[in-house]
């Protein structure tokens, strides 16, 4: 993935209990780009955690009722 693809890029925790926008966990950002492409939303972010197992939390738009 290249700096130039618009997806915000953060390192540091992650609060699941306060975050309202869609996100799932990944082992990789090659894993947030293919849960993007599987469930048809956008990836807008990406916190990369200490976390040892899945240390990547990928952030994605909101879905359109």
Do not use: H
């Amino acid at each position: 993935m290249t700096e130039n693809d618009n997806i915000k890029r953060f390192k540091g925790k992650f609060d699941p209990v306060t975050e309202t926008r869609p996100w799932a966990v990944a082992a990789s950002e090659e894993y947030c780009q293919r849960i993007a492409r599987n469930t048809s939303r956008k990836l807008i972010e990406i916190i990369e955690t200490d976390d040892d197992v899945l240390p990547i939390v990928c952030i994605f738009e909101e879905l359109e009722k």
